[in-house]
Nanobody, 121 residues
Framework: QVRFVESGGGLVHTGESLRLSCAAS????????MAWYREAPGKQREAVAV???????NYADSVKGRFTISRDNTKNTVYLQMNNLRVEDTAVYLC???????????????WGQGTQVTVSS
């Protein structure tokens, strides 16, 4: 079973940047699309960025132009570069692997603990 360990979160001010990392165990990393999700208090978990096996990407409208997802298949790791952070980006960020068809991503794995991102004004 693939496991995910997210890291890189922290407390920042609006306009600052963070880079999140998600290390995946298991041998199926290169065979699946990867996605970053976030969970904010009182809100549903939402996908914010997806990267396909071939490298194509898709972003939620709320983060387009500010967040960049990338993957390093040699390290079984996916990254999320977050620039110009806003208070509304405050959430626990989690990653998962899955299928990416059209603009839709379906997570297939178990969820990790996530990493907390807090943006203060």
């Amino acid at each position: 079973q693939v496991r995910f360990v997210e890291s890189g979160g922290g407390l920042v001010h609006t306009g600052e940047s963070l880079r999140l990392s998600c290390a995946a165990s298991g041998s199926s990393f290169t065979a699946n699309a990867m996605a970053w999700y976030r969970e904010a208090p009182g809100k549903q978990r939402e996908a914010v960025a997806v990267i396909a096996v071939g490298g194509s990407t898709n972003y939620a409208d709320s983060v387009k132009g500010r967040f960049t997802i990338s993957r390093d298949n040699t390290k079984n790791t996916v990254y999320l570069q977050m620039n110009n952070l806003r208070v509304e980006d405050t959430a626990v960020y989690l990653c998962n692997h899955g299928t990416f068809i059209g603009a839709g991503f379906t997570p297939l794995g178990s969820w990790g603990q996530g990493t907390q991102v807090t943006v203060s004004s």
